[in-house]
DNA sequence: AAGCGAAGTTTACAATGTCAACATCGAGGG
DNA sequence: CCCTCGATGTTGACATTGTAAACTTCGCTT
């Protein structure tokens, strides 16, 4: 497998931004070979330093991890913002296009998704990922929250119900995708039905 | 911390039945430490054995890990199969029986349910899981089509979508509340809501 | 110019999965 | 009845990993 390591400058003993290189290489393994695969030391052999190097710049592997949650919670958060932006463009209600958005993120970025979401090891006290997340769950909120101008403002339960119903539909969706769950009904779908076609049906108003 | 170690009897060269005992114990670990505490090792302590006993009847962790999740899902599809039986008895729709039950076992067996849909280590090519699997499949696919005698039946598309609909919605519902993420909105809940009354929201007809 | 502290390295240790060689024991065939 | 043979356990070993401690290098400040 990978295990790539480039290295054609002689080695300074200073590296000279580690911490970015360190993250870079880890999104790299992650995506590559998976969650799991994310090592210290591998993170360490992929950027050509000794394996205790990374102490410096995360303590442990648990901070590694964190921080680089974090960058994926800040891109998520944009994605689901550039989804709103786009949805209010077009006139389109906010719940598709947000769903989309969440869905082709756990999709491009399975390993980043997989980190943010289903690792065990993240930190959530760092105050880092702690405001990554929020940034996510404004925008979540913000695009769940697009509602046309009709009737009456919904009870407090129904409010929070309808955000959750919301999240959990397409956190639930991508999941499954990610985990193979949905493989047997996807190639069981009608021709020319694929994916996309069955989140559509899923977030349409008939469905919701 | 537990490492419950319980061993009066002076201890045979051969157990009597390990395997049974294995999984015992590493449900045990599962439940009390999480997924990830579940090491080989720490089970063949748990019930008193060298540390490669194990190998012997799983023949690796991930051996252990699947058939434990195995057991798991056979315990899911009865749950569910007896949330769909209870619904038919009391004339109550199918999906919020199948939805209190999905999230009811996620909540009552969280490292159960962690370990069947959160762990990169199952092994779904092992026949006894592949067969726990789809009886559990099966379940939730009778819970979830129970409909009313209404109208015409829907296309295959939206047929899918409707089911993956339902397992998306309570799926995402569990890993959330699960994952703590719906800690903040549960604890803005009006006074008397709760995670229950949210989730009966959620799943009422108003919201599907 | 000096040296101080951040950034890297080396060494070491405990835990784990896994393999190989060996020990024990019970059941079934002579 | 015994005896052997295969399943079940044990011991020992090895590579990998996280992590800590002691040491080294080097850029920046005073």
Redesign the interface.
């Known amino acids: 497998m990978g295990e790539i390591r480039v290295r054609e400058v002689p080695r300074r003993y200073h590296h000279g931004d580690l911490r970015a290189a360190l993250l870079e290489a880890a999104e790299e393994i992650i995506e590559r070979d998976?969650?799991?695969a994310l090592t210290l030391r591998a993170a360490a052999r992929a950027v050509g330093v000794s394996h205790a190097a990374p102490a410096n710049h995360f303590g442990d592997l648990t901070g590694l991890l964190s921080e680089l949650a974090a960058i994926g919670y800040r891109r998520f958060a944009h994605a689901l913002q550039a989804a709103k932006s786009s949805a209010e463009g077009s006139g389109e209600r906010g719940a598709p296009a947000m769903g989309r958005a969440y869905v082709n993120f756990a999709r491009q970025q399975a390993g980043m998704f997989a980190l943010m979401?289903?690792s065990?090891?993240l930190d959530?006290s760092r105050p880092s990922l702690r405001a990554a997340i929020d940034e996510a769950r404004q925008a979540l909120r913000d695009a769940a929250s697009m509602r046309p101008k009709d009737a009456a403002p919904p009870s407090?339960?129904?409010r929070?119900?309808?955000?959750?119903?919301l999240?959990?539909?397409?956190?639930?969706?991508a999941?499954?995708l990610l985990?193979?769950r949905?493989d047997g009904?996807l190639s069981?779908?009608?021709a020319g039905?694929d994916v996309d076609?069955?989140l559509a049906?899923?977030l349409?108003p008939r469905?919701?």
């Open positions: 998976g969650v799991q979401f289903r065990e090891r959530m407090p339960l129904a929070a119900a309808e955000a959750v119903a999240w959990s539909l397409v956190h639930g969706f999941t499954l985990d193979g949905l009904i069981a779908l009608p039905d076609t069955l049906a899923i349409a469905h919701r």
